[in-house]
């Protein structure tokens, strides 16, 4: 009889486990979404993408910016935002595919409160999901890619 009650309290274990980590990642999540509520917006011109062998995750170096604000720095310690603006110029990170941007000198736009990035592909607007970077191996390839 003892072991089906160390294997009923190790389900209990597990189940509490399972519970702590999703309300943990759902706060995260939350916060993270109050974070990009932020009002920054800002437009460009595609200067160059660098893909890494990360999953197609990606900086996008944007040139004649214009923006809502001159600058925006975005190291939060453990996690990054999807993009950094500096000198007229800005960085936005995110997963995509190299083969998917073939023009450079396209328009590009940002806007963060709607967590969308809109760029322009053969002469067609295609939109893309921002969100708060927190993987590693992304961090990783920010820091040492960085134009800005």
């Known amino acids: 009889m003892k072991h089906p009650k160390i294997v009923f309290a190790f389900f209990i274990l597990w189940l509490l486990l399972i519970f702590i980590w999703y ?20 437009t460009g011109i595609l200067k160059s993408v660098k893909v890494s062998r990360n999953h197609c995750f990606a900086i996008i170096l944007i040139d004649n910016v214009k ?17 950094a603006i500096k000198n007229g110029r800005a960085e936005i990170y995110t997963s995509i595919c190299e083969g998917k941007i073939k023009e450079i000198g396209s328009d590009v736009k940002l806007n963060s409160n709607q967590r969308k990035l809109i760029l322009e592909i053969s002469h067609k607007p295609y939109e893309f999901e921002i969100w708060i970077t927190s993987e590693r191996p992304d961090i990783q390839f920010i820091k040492k890619n960085t134009m800005l």
Do not use: M, W
Request: aromatic share 14%; charged share 35%; no cysteine.
């Open 23 to 42: 309300k943990t990642g759902r706060s995260r999540k939350t916060e993270n979404d109050k974070l990009l509520k932020n009002n920054i917006e800002f």
């Open 67 to 83: 923006s809502n604000v001159a600058s925006f720095n975005p190291d939060l310690k453990d996690r990054y935002f999807p993009y």
